[in-house]
């Protein structure tokens, strides 16, 4: 399989990983946030709060990420550095890092004030989760798919 096939294979892999971390990141901390109903008030319509429904957008929300992150990570010259798990944790901690600080920034330099509502602690934990199963199947399968001296 060229290499391009085998970055994207790696991308669904990681994806479908990002995909069960934040369904199950999702529940975990929709049940803490938000209590026994797992979801803000007048957000969901009755049919939209099944387990099904939040399975399928996840799934589709991670393997597109997940192909995107990749084909984009191994057109970095900065590819050659994750051969291991700790490294791809390492590397989606940080990307996540960047997305809150630029989702931050704006905010606190517009406003002068900072405070997170609920919403936002759910959604930091959310996505952290996804980024971390992400760069856990991307650390853990990399080497394996695309070779030692990728």
Known sequence: ???????????????TAMALALFV??????RLVYGPQMVPEGKFTAD???AGYFFWTK????????ILLS???????????????????????LLWVVVYLWGFSHPF???L??????NQVFWM??????????????????TRLLGRGA
């Open 125 to 142: 934990v959310y996505t952290l989760g996804g980024f971390l199963g992400l760069g856990l199947a991307f650390g853990g399968l990399r």
């Open 25 to 30: 990141t999702g529940a975990v901390a929709a």
């Open 48 to 50: 939209q709060v099944s």
């Open 113 to 118: 004030r900072w405070s997170i509502d609920r």
């Open 1 to 15: 399989m060229a290499r391009t096939g085998r970055t994207i294979l790696l991308g669904a892999a990681a994806g």
């Open 109 to 111: 330099v517009y406003d």
């Open 59 to 66: 799934l589709l929300i991670g393997v597109f990420f997940g």
């Open 71 to 93: 084909v984009l990570y191994e057109r970095l010259p900065l590819a050659r550095r994750i051969r291991t798990v700790r490294e791809g944790l390492l590397y989606a901690f």
